[in-house]
T-cell receptor, first 114, second 114 residues
Framework: AQSVTQLDSHVSVSEGTPVLLRCNYS??????LFWYVQHPNKGLQLLLK??????LVKGINGFEAEFKKSETSFHLTKPSAHMSDAAEYFC????????????FGTGTRLTIIP | SQTIHQWPATLVQPVGSPLSLECTVE??????LYWYRQAAGRGLQLLFY??????ISSEVPQNLSASRPQDRQFILSSKKLLLSDSGFYLC?????????????FGQGTRLTVV
């Protein structure tokens, strides 16, 4: 069975400082991993995805994530936070074989301090 | 191109009334379809997913049901709404093409039960 744990429900950073949103996953097979962002009263937008190619994945808006199999982690980072990054972020796992269900983490709310 | 339509965008319903939310997808065939709910202050919870017509898996016991009468149509229903059914409902679909997973989301329905 697959699962995903987002370790922080709320993260606050100052504008211009680095962002780290943590995600750990559990999967019986080779997983695909995604990060989605949800701005207030909006749908979900794909930031980036990992699909067993390069372990360091670059996404939109300066975000990137690194797949670490030994640590079962897929943390999302950004070197310098911008006010427009304030949103809810979801880590998602999906398994290739036997179970192609998308499983979401509980989300991390990112607040940017001016 | 792949698109997903979900309606209505907002809905206010009295307690005890029925519910029907509809989701249709275009640009794909035999997708995996999902209904998620996001309650206030909480993450996305998977309610139902479907891997084919008439094949529905329920993730959590609840007052809701889902049906997939056609390949690209997914309906979320309730016979009698409860106050606790209020929330933001998202339809999604996913598929794997050549090992590359894709996931798409509707714009969501904000349901308020009064």
């Amino acid at each position: 069975a697959q699962s995903v744990t987002q370790l922080d429900s709320h993260v606050s950073v100052s504008e211009g400082t680095p962002v780290l949103l943590r995600c750990n996953y559990s999967s019986s097979y080779s997983p695909s991993l995604f990060w989605y962002v949800q701005h207030p009263n909006k749908g979900l937008q794909l930031l980036l995805k990992y699909t067993s190619a390069a372990t360091l994945v670059k996404g939109i808006n300066g975000f990137e994530a690194e797949f670490k199999k030994s640590e079962t982690s897929f943390h999302l980072t950004k070197p310098s936070a911008h006010m427009s990054d304030a949103a809810e972020y979801f880590c998602v796992v999906s398994e290739y074989f036997g179970n192609e269900k998308l499983t979401f983490g509980t989300g991390t709310r990112l607040t940017i301090i001016p | 191109s792949q698109t997903i339509h979900q309606w209505p965008a907002t809905l206010v319903q009295p307690v005890g009334s029925p519910l029907s939310l509809e989701c249709t997808v275009e640009g794909t065939s035999n997708p995996n379809l999902y209904w998620y709910r996001q309650a206030a202050g909480r993450g996305l919870q998977l309610l139902f997913y479907s891997v084919g017509i008439g094949q529905i898996s329920s993730e959590v016991p609840q007052n809701l049901s889902a049906s997939r009468p056609q390949d690209r149509q997914f309906i979320l229903s309730s016979k009698k709404l409860l106050l606790s059914d209020s929330g933001f409902y998202l339809c999604a679909w996913s598929e794997f093409k050549g090992g590359d997973p894709e996931a798409f989301f509707g714009q969501g329905t904000r349901l308020t039960v009064v």
